[in-house]
Nanobody, 124 residues
């Protein structure tokens, strides 16, 4: 069992930055492939970014590529999402998720554990 707790969300103006954190506990963090997803009001959940077990590979949705950076610290059992140049369309609840061996890291169905989410609001 893995517990995930996100933090760092908030209200920011367009063009601003936020850094989300997701602290994991309960199992060996480095055993899990980690992802960030988001869900805007009235929309389906969508993939944002993912990072491999050691952190040497990262993956991004086209909509955030070049603006967002995912990173992890296996000593601190934490995964981060640095979000720069934020846009109003980035407004959503952001969730981190953990998967043992995802075949398709863009699919939320591949992830075994989820955090409770943190809200990000970008004003225009």
């Amino acid at each position: 069992q893995v517990q995930l707790v996100e933090s760092g969300g908030g209200l920011v103006q367009a063009g601003g930055s936020l850094r989300l954190s997701c602290a994991a506990s309960g199992h060996t963090f480095s055993s899990y492939f980690m992802g960030w997803f988001r869900q805007a009001p009235g929309k389906e959940r969508e993939f944002v970014a993912a990072i491999s077990w050691s952190g040497d590979s990262t993956y991004y949705a086209d909509s955030v590529k070049g603006r967002f950076t995912i990173a992890r610290d296996n000593v601190k059992s934490t995964v981060y999402l640095q979000m720069n140049s934020l846009k109003p369309e980035d407004t959503a609840d952001y969730y981190c998720a953990a998967a043992r061996r995802p075949r398709r890291w863009v699919s939320g169905n591949e992830y075994d554990y989820w955090g409770q989410g943190t809200q990000v609001t970008v004003s225009s």
